[in-house]
């Protein structure tokens, strides 16, 4: 298994420019989302999904779209890429209700000039 | 929305000390609270977790302790060791089994002096 895989590491964008954070997961894990980490802010809560076809809100979704084709896959896409969406981006997975373990992966460090 | 505090913001303990770390919540029906280790450049990594239906819960040295009424969680680490250096969240669910993903604590950066 290779748990919770996101592509790319590093990333520096233009402002305006849009772009597509990848997250797989291989655990058939129902559960996943996406996190924003700021210094001194903890880890902001962007969009999940509970499957695939569903998405929702969360904390921070402005600036942002998910979509979830797949049980494996849920990208994140910038749409127009702003200062302030500089940040470390996490993706997370989870099994069901029954089990609330949270595996993230390696994250993406996103710099917008 | 669910609203989590965590305190200190930076905790610095004497190796083999004890180290606390507290967590209150707003939500009521938030049913668990896990506890993440991120150490510098790295992912966040689940260490402990506890249910609602739980009080404590121990790990070889850690523990987390919940008090429900009071709406506050704690991780306490006994005989810290320099790899325990590192920075510490909180999170919890709301409810809904952890569906609606978790809402995390800004974080307490846990130093460990020699």
């Known amino acids: 298994n290779a748990g919770v895989t996101q592509t790319p590491k590093f990333q520096v964008l233009k402002t305006g420019q849009s772009m597509t954070l990848q997250c797989a997961q291989d655990?058939?894990?129902?559960?996943m989302s996406w996190y924003r980490q700021d210094p001194g802010m903890g880890l902001r809560l962007i969009h999940y999904?509970?499957?695939?076809?569903?998405?929702d809100q969360g904390e921070v979704p402005n600036g942002y779209n998910v979509s979830r084709s797949t049980t494996e896959d849920f990208p994140l896409r910038l749409l127009s890429a702003a200062p302030s969406q500089t940040s470390v981006y996490f993706c997370?997975?989870?099994?069901?209700?029954?089990?609330?373990?949270?595996?993230f992966g390696s994250g993406t460090r996103l710099t917008v000039v | 929305g669910e609203n989590v505090e965590q305190h200190p913001s930076t905790l610095s303990v004497q190796e083999g000390d004890s180290a606390v770390i507290k967590c209150t919540y707003s939500?009521?029906?938030?049913?668990?609270f896990p506890w993440y280790k991120q150490e510098l450049g790295k992912r966040p990594q689940l260490i402990i977790d506890?249910?609602?239906?739980?009080g404590e819960k121990k790990d070889q040295r850690i523990a987390v302790t919940l008090n429900k009424t009071a709406k506050h969680f704690s991780l306490h680490i006994t005989e810290t060791q320099p790899e325990d250096s590192a920075v510490y969240f909180c999170?919890?669910?709301?409810?809904?089994?952890?569906?609606?993903?978790?809402?995390f604590g800004k974080g307490t950066h846990l130093i460990i002096q020699p």
């Open positions: 997370a997975s989870s099994y069901s209700y029954n089990s609330y373990g949270y595996t």
């Open positions: 655990m058939n894990h129902e559960y």
């Open positions: 999904s509970v499957g695939a076809g569903i998405t």
């Open positions: 939500d009521s029906a938030s049913n668990y």
């Open positions: 506890i249910r609602s239906n739980v």
């Open positions: 999170a919890v669910t709301e409810s809904g089994g952890g569906a609606d993903g978790l809402t």
